[in-house]
């Protein structure tokens, strides 16, 4: 070495030396701490290359805009190779040969899922940006990071689309791995949430090839459901479409969803959208704003220079997960700066050194690196960076239809809003709507309208369809044999009503009936047994009358009914017409009879009361007052009352009280008139719990579900008849239950109205006596032809064709009333029919009595205000009455009648000479004063002039009479 280099190194160490004296003067604040973390991603992969540009720029942008920083985060990148293995090795070198504080990493769940465990072991963080599946969350751990959403939200937008279209039916298509796997469970859930069935389940290996890929189109391709969800990752996807495509299966009438694991890289394969279009996505949806905008065109730049030989690579949400992970670690990093990271031996280490999985040291303040962690937000480039339970928290999805050259967006699914939303907006509600709520969509096969999501296969089969075979009631289901040419003919009501409803379905749907039968023709089993043959797939569906049962439910689909529901019971009927001499009675009901009874005697008493003051009609002796007042009051009853009312309060109450009779008179009248005349069909028994109580025998259909429900309701076996024709129930109930016969039959309401339309001038049908669904069409267990089925069923309903095909075969006899319409009700009337009446007659008569009391009182005032001792008090209230019971002497009507009688005596006994004008002078004693009349009652006899004592003592009222008066009545004034 010469002198001038060893010059050279001389000097260069000097200056080394008076840098590290300078950087320690500075007590440490130009000291950067280097801080180890490890990034595990595929690097063979083109997505993790990407995913290594973003985390490296990200790292980059972080220290130039946060100089300040003590700490300096330094990557430590290894390849995963695409395997759990792979994953695993990297990160346990990571951790024990390199002594990382944290892990970025690995890309998918499965390796997630054991490195995980790695992290939780050495206390180093694991911080993920692309493992979604929801399985993950159950690891529970404290150090385990996931910066990406939860699948378990992504399959709930997915559902929501579902459910917005009214899709019934859903086969997912996934990826046989962990991957597809982990995702599936939670789809299925959220499917079932919405009323939508997976019904098949198909499961493809990555490394599949492309014919076991068409064989397994093929076979959903020969299914009916034809809404299909993807999930996969893109290279085996694009196979699937591409095959879908070539054997038919992107034409009109299919639906295709993908989940994010596609819509995120929809833009990288442009090369394969052409056999992709018309399908619906879920991508992860990024706020497009201008800082994304120039770092996306950065990135392009900075990643063709670094990798030159991949073309065609687009930035996803994940990648942009990962340039914002960096972030959170790296500020997590220097919350915890002044902390010494280093590692320890664990103190429970296994002495056994067969292995290095026991053997890496403990990061010493992990955990206080996984709790700053925990609390990092910021406004990241992905949109807000906010952590929940150390992940990442829910944000809004948007829905894309791949159409022409690539996607385009349709609508949007967020957590706040719970379904599938047009637009974004914080005014967005959990209120559904009709579908749809999404922009206008292009369907597979360039298709505008919603596909129904369902088809019959197209290899020509058709819906096998059960009936039931039975020897009764044919009406409903017929099987006729054709010897001849050994075919089956159906028909029936059911029948008929199956075939409507298939006329008006929207779709061709192709079926054949095949009876459930034996060889020789004779019922195969029960009903249960013909219901349960749809559960076996025996049949596709069933067609008849099978009623809706809740132990038939648990194993078969039923759609609505098309008949009446319940259980009735049929009796005979009897002319009830009353022969008795105490007909007359029956019209009105007891308590009306005893209400009009004592209205009468009210009436009477107010009209008494208004009236004996004033009409003489009223007055004389006490029975001949209560007479009168009676006998008035009941002749009102047939408008025969000769006694006059004078008062305008009496008039008033007669006004309302004669209305009233009016009213039950002429209904009385009408009763009657039934009851005499007309025929009186009434059920010789109209209760369940008297034909238990007298222990009658009652029938029902053998082979029926009604044996068990009337043994459940009391009766015994031996009191309980099967019969199986209408012709034998006819026998049966009019022999009665005491002649061997029955006392009722017990049935569904089809049956019976089948059978009162027959018989209707013989039996009547009473209740429902327990309720029931009726008949419906059976189907299995979430067919989408249920929903369709009950659509079709209500419209028939709604435009009576199913009525009219009801009264084509439930012929009835001639002047038979419809048995439904029918109610059985007592003939007499009740008291609620006039109650009204009554209450308007007592108010009015109340009021009256009151008007008339205010009027008696306050003219008598000063009776009452005379006095204030007890004994006069009492003595007051005898004058009160003793005036109340006496007449009304200044009343119009006695003054009228004293003037008429006095003209008519003075002329005939010329007694008085008459002015021209009949106008004479009254006599004083006409013009009494109260107070005269007040002093007579008050105890004091009367006194004659000379002070002797009168024989009588006659009260001054009785003596106020005018002269002519006591000229034409020479007797009182004796």
Same mark, same amino acid.
């Given at each position: 070495?010469?002198?001038?280099?060893?010059?050279?190194?001389?000097?260069?160490?000097?200056?080394?030396? +008076?840098?590290?004296?300078?950087?320690?003067?500075?007590?440490?604040?130009?000291?950067?701490?280097?801080?180890?973390?490890?990034?595990?991603?595929?690097?063979?992969?083109?997505?993790?290359?990407?995913?290594?540009?973003?985390?490296?720029?990200?790292?980059?942008?972080?220290?130039?805009?946060?100089?300040?920083?003590?700490?300096?985060?330094?990557?430590?990148?290894?390849?995963?190779?695409?395997?759990?293995?792979?994953?695993?090795?990297?990160?346990?070198?990571?951790?024990?040969?390199?002594?990382?504080?944290?892990?970025?990493?690995?890309?998918?769940?499965?390796?997630?899922?054991?490195?995980?465990?790695?992290?939780?072991?050495?206390?180093?963080?694991?911080?993920?940006?692309?493992?979604?599946?929801?399985?993950?969350?159950?690891?529970?751990?404290?150090?385990?990071?996931?910066?990406?959403?939860?699948?378990?939200?992504?399959?709930?937008?997915?559902?929501?689309?579902?459910?917005?279209?009214?899709?019934?039916?859903?086969?997912?298509?996934?990826v046989d791995d962990m991957y597809g796997e982990g995702v599936i469970p939670f789809l299925i859930d959220?499917?079932?949430?919405?009323? !939508?069935?997976?019904?098949?389940?198909?499961?493809?290996?990555?490394?599949?090839?492309?014919?076991?890929?068409?064989?397994?189109?093929?076979?959903?391709?020969?299914?009916?459901?034809?809404?299909?969800?993807?999930?996969?990752?893109?290279?085996?996807?694009?196979?699937?479409?591409?095959?879908?495509?070539?054997?038919?299966?992107?034409?009109?009438?299919?639906?295709?969803?993908?989940?994010?694991?596609?819509?995120?890289? +929809?833009?990288?394969?442009?090369?394969?959208?052409?056999?992709?279009?018309?399908?619906?996505?879920?991508?992860?949806?990024?706020?497009?704003?201008?800082?994304?905008?120039?770092?996306?065109?950065?990135?392009?730049?900075?990643?063709?220079?670094?990798?030159?030989?991949?073309?065609?690579?687009?930035?996803?949400?994940?990648?942009?997960?990962?340039?914002?992970?960096?972030?959170?670690? !790296?500020?997590?990093?220097?919350?915890?700066?002044?902390?010494?990271?280093?590692?320890?031996?664990?103190?429970?280490?296994?002495?056994?050194?067969?292995?290095?999985?026991?053997?890496?040291?403990?990061?010493?303040?992990?955990?206080?690196?996984?709790?700053?962690?925990?609390?990092?937000?910021?406004?990241?480039?992905?949109?807000?960076?906010?952590?929940?339970?150390?992940?990442?928290?829910?944000?809004?999805?948007?829905?894309?239809?791949?159409?022409?050259?690539?996607?385009?967006?349709?609508?949007?699914?967020?957590?706040?809003?719970?379904?599938?939303?047009?637009?974004?907006?914080?005014?967005?509600?959990?209120?559904?709507?009709?579908?749809?709520?999404?922009?206008?969509?292009?369907?597979?096969?360039?298709?505008?309208?919603?596909?129904?999501?369902?088809?019959?296969?197209?290899?020509?089969?058709?819906?096998?369809?059960?009936?039931?075979?039975?020897?009764?009631?044919?009406?409903?289901?017929?099987?006729?044999?054709?010897?001849?040419?050994?075919?089956?003919?159906?028909?029936?009501?059911?029948?008929?009503?199956?075939?409507?409803?298939?006329?008006?379905?929207?779709?061709?749907?192709?079926?054949?009936?095949?009876?459930?039968?034996?060889?020789?023709?004779?019922?195969?089993?029960?009903?249960?047994?013909?219901?349960?043959?749809?559960?076996?797939?025996?049949?596709?569906?069933?067609?008849?009358?099978?009623?809706?049962?809740?132990?038939?439910?648990?194993?078969?689909?039923?759609?609505?009914?098309?008949?009446?529901?319940?259980?009735?019971?049929?009796?005979?009927?009897?002319?009830?017409?009353?022969?008795?001499?105490?007909?007359?009675?029956?019209?009105?009901?007891?308590?009306?009879?005893?209400?009009?009874?004592?209205?009468?005697?009210?009436?009477?008493?107010?009209?008494?009361?208004?009236?004996?003051?004033?009409?003489?009609?009223?007055?004389?002796?006490?029975?001949?007052?209560?007479?009168?007042?009676?006998?008035?009051?009941?002749?009102?009853?047939?408008?025969?009352?000769?006694?006059?009312?004078?008062?305008?309060? !009496?008039?008033?109450?007669?006004?309302?009280?004669?209305?009233?009779?009016?009213?039950?008179?002429?209904?009385?009248?009408?009763?009657?008139?039934?009851?005499?005349?007309?025929?009186?069909?009434?059920?010789?028994?109209?209760?369940?719990?008297?034909?238990?109580?007298?222990?009658?025998?009652?029938?029902?259909?053998?082979?029926?579900?009604?044996?068990?429900?009337?043994?459940?309701?009391?009766?015994?076996?031996?009191?309980?008849?099967?019969?199986?024709?209408?012709?034998?129930?006819?026998?049966?109930?009019?022999?009665?239950?005491?002649?061997?016969?029955?006392?009722?039959?017990?049935?569904?309401?089809?049956?019976?109205?089948?059978?009162?339309?027959?018989?209707?001038?013989?039996?009547?049908?009473?209740?429902?006596?327990?309720?029931?669904?009726?008949?419906?069409?059976?189907?299995?267990?979430?067919?989408?032809? +249920?929903?369709?089925?009950?659509?079709?069923?209500?419209?028939?309903?709604?435009?009576?064709?199913?009525?009219?095909?009801?009264?084509?075969?439930?012929?009835?006899?001639?002047?038979?009333?419809?048995?439904?319409?029918?109610?059985?009700?007592?003939?007499?009337?009740?008291l609620e029919s006039f109650w009204i009446l009554f209450l308007i007659a007592g108010i009015a008569s109340?009021?009256?009595?009151?008007?008339?009391?205010?009027?008696?009182?306050?003219?008598?005032?000063?009776?009452?205000?005379?006095?204030?001792? +007890?004994?006069?008090?009492?003595?007051?209230?005898?004058?009160?009455?003793?005036?109340?019971?006496?007449?009304?002497?200044?009343?119009?009507?006695?003054?009228?009648?004293?003037?008429?009688?006095?003209?008519?005596?003075?002329? !005939?006994?010329?007694?008085?000479?008459?002015?021209?004008?009949?106008?004479?002078?009254?006599?004083?004693?006409?013009?009494?004063?109260?107070?005269?009349?007040?002093?007579?009652?008050?105890?004091?006899?009367?006194?004659?002039?000379?002070?002797?004592?009168?024989?009588?003592?006659?009260?001054?009222?009785?003596?106020?009479?005018?002269?002519?008066?006591?000229?034409?009545?020479?007797?009182?004034?004796?």
């Open positions: 070495m010469s002198s001038m280099e060893n010059q050279k190194w001389s000097i260069l160490l000097l200056f080394s030396w +008076i840098f590290m004296v300078t950087a320690m003067g500075g007590e440490g604040r130009t000291t950067l701490i280097p801080v180890n973390v490890g990034v595990i991603v595929d690097l063979d992969e083109s997505a993790g290359k990407m995913y290594l540009s973003c985390i490296e720029m990200a790292l980059s942008d972080f220290y130039a805009s946060n100089a300040h920083y003590k700490t300096r985060v330094v990557l430590n990148t290894r390849n995963s190779n695409g395997n759990v293995v792979g994953a695993a090795a990297a990160a346990l070198d990571l951790i024990k040969n390199v002594e990382v504080k944290a892990i970025l990493g690995p890309v998918s769940s499965m390796q997630a899922s054991f490195v995980v465990n790695l992290g939780e072991q050495a206390h180093v963080p694991i911080i993920t940006f692309s493992a979604t599946s929801p399985s993950l969350t159950s690891l529970q751990s404290p150090y385990f990071f996931r910066f990406a959403q939860n699948d378990l939200n992504q399959v709930k937008a997915i559902s929501a689309i579902v459910q917005n279209f009214g899709w019934r039916q859903v086969v997912p298509i996934y959220a499917l079932q949430e919405v009323d !939508a069935h997976v019904p098949h389940r198909s499961a493809i290996h990555e490394l599949a090839s492309d014919d076991e890929i068409e064989k397994e189109l093929y076979k959903l391709m020969m299914m009916q459901t034809r809404v299909f969800i993807v999930h996969m990752k893109p290279a085996l996807s694009s196979r699937l479409f591409a095959k879908a495509k070539e054997i038919g299966m992107m034409e009109e009438g299919f639906v295709w969803i993908t989940t994010n694991s596609i819509g995120n890289n +929809i833009k990288s394969m442009v090369s394969d959208l052409n056999s992709m279009q018309g399908l619906l996505g879920v991508e992860s949806y990024i706020p497009r704003t201008t800082k994304l905008s120039k770092f996306i065109s950065r990135w392009k730049r900075q990643f063709q220079q670094d990798n030159p030989k991949n073309i065609d690579v687009q930035l996803d949400a994940f990648g942009l997960r990962a340039y914002d992970a960096v972030f959170a670690v !790296a500020m997590a990093i220097e919350k915890v700066a002044g902390l010494r990271f280093i590692f320890q031996k664990r103190i429970n280490a296994s002495s056994f050194k067969s292995t290095d999985l026991d053997t890496f040291e403990v990061s010493h303040h992990g955990s206080k690196l996984a709790r700053a962690l925990s609390i990092t937000s910021f406004k990241g480039m992905a949109g807000n960076f906010n952590l929940v339970d150390k992940q990442l928290n829910v944000s809004a999805f948007r829905i894309i239809n791949v159409n022409g050259d690539g996607p385009r967006t349709v609508g949007y699914w967020t957590p706040e809003a719970g379904r599938v939303v047009k637009r974004l907006s914080s005014r967005s509600s959990r209120i559904s709507t009709p579908f749809c709520d999404l922009r206008p969509i292009i369907w597979p096969g360039e298709s505008l309208s919603v596909p129904k999501g369902w088809d019959i296969p197209a290899n020509g089969t058709k819906l096998r369809i059960g009936v039931p075979v039975k020897d009764g009631f044919l009406e409903f289901v017929r099987v006729i044999r054709n010897a001849s040419n050994n075919t089956v003919d159906v028909i029936g009501f059911s029948i008929d009503v199956f075939k409507a409803v298939v006329d008006i379905l929207p779709y061709s749907l192709p079926y054949e009936l095949i009876p459930f039968a034996k060889a020789n023709g004779s019922s195969a089993g029960t009903y249960n047994d013909l219901v349960y043959q749809v559960h076996t797939g025996f049949f596709d569906a069933v067609v008849g009358d099978a009623t809706i049962r809740a132990d038939r439910s648990l194993y078969a689909g039923f759609t609505m009914p098309y008949t009446e529901s319940g259980v009735v019971m049929v009796v005979p009927v009897q002319d009830k017409r009353t022969k008795s001499a105490w007909v007359f009675l029956k019209p009105l009901t007891w308590d009306l009879w005893m209400t009009t009874l004592g209205f009468f005697i009210f009436i009477g008493f107010v009209i008494w009361v208004l009236e004996h003051r004033v009409n003489d009609d009223f007055r004389g002796s006490p029975s001949n007052q209560i007479g009168t007042s009676f006998w008035f009051s009941f002749s009102t009853m047939v408008f025969s009352q000769r006694e006059k009312v004078v008062s305008n309060l !009496a008039r008033f109450v007669m006004i309302i009280w004669i209305f009233v009779v009016l009213i039950v008179t002429q209904s009385y009248t009408a009763s009657l008139a039934s009851l005499l005349t007309i025929q009186q069909l009434q059920p010789t028994v109209t209760d369940i719990y008297d034909l238990l109580r007298n222990g009658e025998t009652v029938g029902y259909m053998t082979s029926s579900y009604i044996h068990k429900i009337l043994i459940d309701k009391g009766f015994h076996a031996d009191k309980l008849k099967g019969y199986e024709y209408m012709e034998e129930i006819d026998v049966a109930l009019s022999k009665g239950s005491g002649n061997g016969g029955i006392a009722a039959m017990f049935h569904e309401t089809p049956y019976m109205k089948l059978f009162i339309a027959k018989y209707c001038s013989k039996y009547t049908m009473i209740g429902p006596i327990f309720r029931t669904d009726g008949f419906a069409f059976v189907f299995p267990k979430g067919s989408p032809l +249920i929903p369709d089925v009950s659509q079709a069923i209500l419209r028939l309903t709604e435009e009576e064709t199913i009525t009219k095909l009801e009264d084509k075969w439930i012929r009835k006899e001639n002047n038979c009333k419809d048995p439904g319409t029918e109610k059985l009700h007592s003939s007499s009337l009740g109340i009021l009256a009595l009151l008007i008339f009391a205010a009027s008696f009182l306050h003219k008598h005032k000063q009776v009452l205000m005379s006095s204030d001792s +007890i004994d006069s008090k009492w003595k007051r209230t005898k004058t009160i009455f003793k005036i109340f019971d006496d007449k009304e002497v200044g009343s119009h009507t006695f003054k009228s009648s004293r003037h008429n009688e006095a003209r008519i005596t003075g002329a !005939a006994d010329h007694d008085v000479i008459a002015s021209p004008n009949n106008n004479w002078p009254e006599s004083p004693f006409s013009y009494t004063n109260q107070t005269d009349a007040t002093s007579s009652f008050c105890g004091d006899q009367e006194t004659s002039s000379h002070g002797q004592a009168s024989p009588e003592i006659v009260p001054t009222v009785e003596l106020a009479f005018t002269d002519q008066e006591m000229q034409a009545t020479p007797h009182i004034a004796q």
